[in-house]
């Protein structure tokens, strides 16, 4: 009968049996481990040769940003490694010929990779199949080379993405002169737990086929919000320029992307908006007065990028500080509760509102952002809000930016010939709050569906970190 396990296992691994024996690993953060398995340091393994760990060219030897060619080798940084694959289409690239006058930082397929700064905690695995000789790695990421038989590189790779180490691992940074952030020399003193080698195998074998399982499991499920997202998207969009009485005769709008309108609708520009006085908009302060980052505090008025705007919602709680003082001392961009956003650099096409209950007298934005602030009854800011999110306006907007001598950016003066279709107030009103009800179960609906999302990546990750510290035995789980 096999032995109970401890209840630091979830429920949902309950089904495996343990290890006939266990003995002290010797480290805290390891606990108990099988009778037979070893723990070494990274430093032993070196030694042994078993192991070659080496990261990317630091100081003046780093490529830098003018460096970077259309074609070339891949230079890989921390934030090309996601959810255990490297996005090596997304990552820049240097010369053949400079990477070849570099010291370090060639790594080749086969090879665990490891991000240790700024992004920690990433890995993944050079592919067999790359096209390239080698990569070049950024002193963000470390290459984990293996060099005999005795580990098998899939179980390290699990093994890095085990929650015990994944939280030695940030323990290490946080207890770092420079945070977020752990050197080679410290990297040597990681602890691994080793299997035997036939072991290790049918361990790694086990989470390949278990993890895949999962994994198949988290796509089905985010081509699901993907699906409802468009059917978001789509009622919106379809509402906010025909309305909601299907009967309705239509007119031709006069502007091409628009296509017909309901008969009694306007489409006015923003332009005209602003000079009837119904409309005021406005972005952050450019040039010298831009707050930069040795401006930020911890505690002040939210300055408000691109970036905190995400799904219809302002990321207070994400976004940098600045004082009271500076913020007062600024020319343009406080925008008040109300406000209806919209990004238009960099991030383009999100949008949100402040919210009347917000603690601040006013947010500042930056040169990326751009409030519009209704001063008359003829808009309602709702409608507004759903007309930003619309297909036809999200479509008009990129085609906009992609036109401009700066790319991802759309200003002002282009803003002011957006154009708007305008029900009557008391339409937008019904259609706003129609909307309201119809977005909210579609959200409602992704919010499950991305809270069984959430579910099945713990249990992916307990799942793996159970296996490589043998909390379970799976060996005998391989062939059936």
């Known amino acids: 009968m096999s032995q109970v396990l401890p209840k630091d296992v979830p429920q949902t691994l309950r089904r495996w049996k343990r290890y006939p024996a266990y003995k002290n690993s010797g480290v805290e953060w390891l606990g108990e481990i099988p009778k037979d398995w070893r723990v070494l340091t990274v430093r032993n393994l070196i030694r042994s040769e078993y192991l070659e760990i080496q990261d990317g060219n630091h100081g003046e030897m780093h490529p830098r940003a003018?460096?970077?060619?259309?074609?070339?080798?891949?230079?890989v940084m921390a934030n090309n490694i996601r959810n255990g694959k490297i996005d090596l289409e997304g990552c820049k690239y240097i010369s053949e010929q400079q990477s070849k006058s570099l010291r370090i930082g060639f790594s080749e397929s086969g090879d665990v990779l490891l991000t240790h700064k700024g992004t920690i905690g990433e890995t993944a695995i050079v592919p067999e199949i790359i096209k390239f000789e080698f990569i070049m790695l950024t002193p963000q990421v470390t290459y984990y080379r293996l060099k005999k038989h005795e580990i098998n590189r899939d179980f390290l790779f699990c093994y890095f993405q085990s929650k015990s180490f994944q939280e030695r691992l940030k323990f290490i940074a946080s207890n770092q002169s420079t945070r977020d952030y752990v050197g080679l020399v410290a990297q040597k003193d990681f602890e691994i737990v080793l299997p035997s080698p036939n072991e290790q195998n049918a361990i790694a074998s086990f989470l390949d086929r278990e993890t895949a399982k999962i994994d198949a499991l988290i796509a089905k499920k985010e081509r699901l919000i993907e699906l409802l997202q468009e059917k978001r998207t789509a009622i919106?969009?379809?509402?906010?320029?025909k309305g909601l009485n299907s009967t309705a005769p239509l007119k031709d709008s006069g502007v091409e992307w628009l296509g017909e309108i309901p008969e009694d609708w306007r489409v006015v520009t923003v332009r005209n908006l602003i000079r009837s006085e119904c409309l005021e908009i406005q972005d952050g302060n450019h040039g010298k007065i831009h707050p930069r980052a040795e401006d930020y505090v911890e505690m002040g008025i939210p300055f408000l990028m691109a970036n905190n705007i995400r799904n219809g919602k302002i990321d207070l709680e994400g976004c940098k500080y600045i004082s009271e003082q500076q913020a007062e001392s600024l020319r343009i961009g406080f925008s008040?509760?109300?406000?209806?956003?919209?990004?238009?650099?960099?991030?383009?096409?999100e949008t949100s509102i402040i919210p009347?209950?917000?603690?601040?007298?006013?947010?500042?934005?930056?040169?990326?952002?751009?409030?519009?602030?209704?001063?008359?009854?003829e808009i309602d800011k709702m409608f507004l809000y759903y007309y930003f999110q619309s297909k036809p306006f999200q479509e008009r907007l990129k085609f906009i930016a992609g036109n401009q001598s700066t790319r991802d950016y759309v200003g002002l003066i282009a803003q002011k010939n957006f154009e708007i279709v305008l029900p009557y107030p008391y339409e937008q009103k019904v259609i706003a709050s129609y909307l309201d009800r119809e977005t909210a179960k579609i959200d409602a609906l992704i919010a499950k569906i991305r809270e069984g999302i959430e579910k099945l990546k713990e249990y992916r990750t307990a799942l793996i970190s159970a296996a490589v510290t043998g909390k379970i035995d799976v060996r005998n789980e391989v062939a059936s």
């Open 66 to 75: 003018e460096d970077y060619v259309e074609m070339g080798i891949p230079f």
């Open 236 to 241: 919106i969009s379809h509402t906010v320029t």
């Open 336 to 349: 008040q509760s109300g406000d209806v956003l919209l990004t238009h650099k960099g991030t383009l096409g």
């Open 356 to 377: 009347h209950n917000i603690k601040f007298r006013f947010v500042m934005l930056t040169p990326q952002v751009t409030y519009y602030r209704i001063k008359k009854q």
